[in-house]
């Protein structure tokens, strides 16, 4: 009994772990396509493996450094070992988006999903062509 009372408090502390090191990963994509979209860059497709390439493998220029298991699969995957999914917002915001530690997307429900998005340009940072 007493080893299950050990046990229990271990197993929330991961699971606490878990979901702040997805937020992390999940702010730090969004901050790394903003300033790749800064650079210049242009993000066309919201495909995964498509912004891993440009973000991580094609781009010296963002200091995005994805934990091992995304290094290993090439594309970015969340704490839980599920694939990060891609949108865009109404206003043109890229969201990164995590199923969270169910694994189940719901959009439209507020589970446990978790998600970033770009942030919106300020005046300072348009430039005018």
Known sequence: ????????????????????????????????????????????????????????VESARVKYKPYERSKSEGIFIDAWGSPIRFFKSDQNQIIAWSAGKDGIFEPQKSGDDIFGMTPLPTKESIKAE
């Open 1 to 56: 009994m007493k080893k299950l009372i050990y046990i229990a408090p271990i197993l929330l502390l991961a699971g606490c772990a878990a979901k702040k090191e997805t937020q992390s990963q999940v702010s730090t994509i969004t901050f790394a396509i903003a300033d790749y979209q800064q650079s210049g860059g242009k993000i066309t497709n919201l495909e995964n493996e498509e912004i891993y390439q440009q973000l991580v």
